[in-house]
């Protein structure tokens, strides 16, 4: 599990680090720069131009840095530092010296009039203009320069953070007046920004760098934000017994499906028994009965009065595990059933889609949601649970406290799916792909999570895993199939493959 610290935290950690093991500022600048170095060269020819900008502060001591190592490796590399107070960091302080004291270096220093290099398509811009502790927007000759180096056609490299960009909240910044960068190198830790889509176009491929920070303080040091790793999800699976039977892996109860949208309800029922459920009841329309003893003989039946929608709860007490809401619709007889349903269970549920937007149009039913149940939104449905929200960063922190107020795991669905749980803690995904941004993808989602809670995996780990799982089938459906040409249907397809690759 990779820990996501705040900026400020990270300073603390670099101080840490400085103290107790014991290094020199200078000599960590030296680390970063060797371990970019490394990265850099295994990408980029020895035959590209090289234009670096450097800043007043320790992001431009990194990049001086990189311009001398970089020129020892025979880099034929352009430096400008741009000084316009005349006061550096201690550690740039250094580096510029050093890169002076080399010969055929190509380094301008610029205090006042700045004449740009012109740049083409075929250089590389190192940015290193402002590292992660920058608080405000940038004005004057370095918003001109992010913009000139914007407007550019060269490939940028941004180090550590895109020069502009807040680490966290940047409701109050100028997108006008932040790097666009290409690839951003970022050391120790990725930046809780790099997770949010409107972020993007600035952070491009991000990869982390590790640095070599104590990792004695990184243990003992808590975390709200963390992205899980494969080694994390590898853990979580139990094997199988020898002599177990399908009594033991739960019985599933799936509540889905209305007129037009059974297929909703189908696909999050294959992936619930794919995802290891012993047994599935599919609670579905009377119109719905051909479709699924068709399409899915593996599941059983359970049917509504009603022809075309959700309007009866069933018995419930036999269930292990309960998901409702893929195809459901939102008719006003389903919204009065999904209340009866919450007052019929203790047990934790998964709640998906139209659930989550009946929910929303009656907001006395959250506190009868039983506690530690599961909600997988969409952003968009999330709003209208918790109203509109201008950014990611404030739609994160909407679904933090919404979790440990109604005691909920909510899943914000996304490039980077975040899992909320009701302590406090936020889960980042990193596998998945823009294939799965398909039909039908969440409604196996939903199945997924719904199999392991029915097998009994606490709800907080049935909703990391399934989201791990999920997303790492989309990737072996992409793999064979291509993210254009994807459905959701092939993303049950590869759960197998994919709990073999994660145990």
């Not at 002599?243 to 619930?272: P, T, V």
Request: proline fraction near 5%; glycine fraction near 8%.
């Amino acid at each position: 599990m990779i820990k996501i610290f705040t900026t400020d935290k990270v300073k603390e950690l670099d101080q840490y680090t400085i103290l107790n093991e014991p290094v020199s500022s200078i000599d960590l600048v030296e680390r970063a720069a060797t371990v970019f170095l490394h990265v850099f060269c295994r990408r980029y020819s020895k035959q590209t131009r090289i234009i670096i900008f450097a800043g007043q502060g320790n992001n431009g001591a990194d990049a001086l840095a990189i311009a001398r190592l970089l020129t020892d490796e025979s880099y034929k590399v352009e430096t400008f530092l741009f000084n316009p107070t005349g006061v550096l960091s201690p550690d740039c302080e250094i580096n510029r010296q050093r890169l002076r004291n080399m010969e055929h270096i190509e380094f301008t220093e610029v205090v006042a009039d700045f004449d740009p290099p012109t740049l083409n398509e075929r250089d590389i811009v190192i940015d290193g203009l402002f590292g992660s502790g920058l608080n405000r927007p940038l004005t004057g000759g370095f918003a001109m320069m992010v913009n000139y180096i914007n407007q550019s056609d060269a490939t940028i490299v941004s180090i550590d953070i895109p020069s502009g960009l807040f680490g966290e909240d940047n409701r109050k910044n100028n997108p006008d007046a932040i790097i666009k960068a290409d690839f951003t190198f970022t050391f120790g830790f990725p930046k809780l920004a790099f997770f949010f889509p409107e972020n993007a176009q600035y952070v491009g491929e991000w990869k982390v760098l590790d640095i070599g920070l104590h990792p004695e303080i990184i243990e003992e040091t808590p975390a709200p934000f963390m992205q899980i790793t494969e080694d994390d999800i590898a853990q979580v699976f139990t094997p199988r017994e020898r002599f177990a039977h399908k009594g033991n892996y739960g019985h599933a109860l799936l509540i889905a499906g209305s007129k037009g949208k059974m297929g909703a309800a189908l696909l999050s029922a294959k992936a619930c028994l794919r995802s290891g459920a012993g047994l599935l009841t599919a609670h579905i329309p009377q119109r719905g009965e051909n479709i699924f003893q068709t399409a899915f003989p593996e599941a059983m039946l359970s049917f509504d009065p009603n022809a075309d929608h959700f309007s009866t709860v069933p018995e419930t007490s036999t269930y292990s595990a309960i998901g409702i809401g893929p195809g459901l619709g939102q008719h006003m007889e389903s919204g009065a059933a999904l209340e009866r349903l919450l007052q019929a269970t203790e047990k934790p549920m998964v709640l998906d889609a139209d659930a989550i937007n009946l929910l929303a149009s009656n907001n006395t039913l959250l506190e009868r949601i039983p506690a530690r149940s599961i909600l997988t939104p969409h952003p968009k449905e999330f709003d209208r649970l918790a109203g509109e929200s201008s950014c990611t960063y404030e739609r994160l922190q909407k679904a933090k406290a919404y979790a440990a107020e109604h005691k909920l795991c909510i899943i914000l669905k996304g490039a980077y799916t975040a899992t909320c749980t009701p302590e406090g803690n936020i889960y980042f995904n990193n596998c998945g792909n823009p294939g799965m941004a398909t039909a039908g993808s969440g409604d196996v989602l939903t199945g997924v999570i719904l199999g392991l809670l029915a097998q009994g995996y606490e709800p907080e780990t049935a909703a990391v895993a399934g989201v791990f799982l999920h997303g790492t089938a989309g990737d072996l459906a992409a793999a064979y199939r291509s993210e254009e040409s994807m459905i959701a249907g092939d993303i049950t397809e590869m759960l197998g493959k994919a709990f073999k690759q994660l145990k």
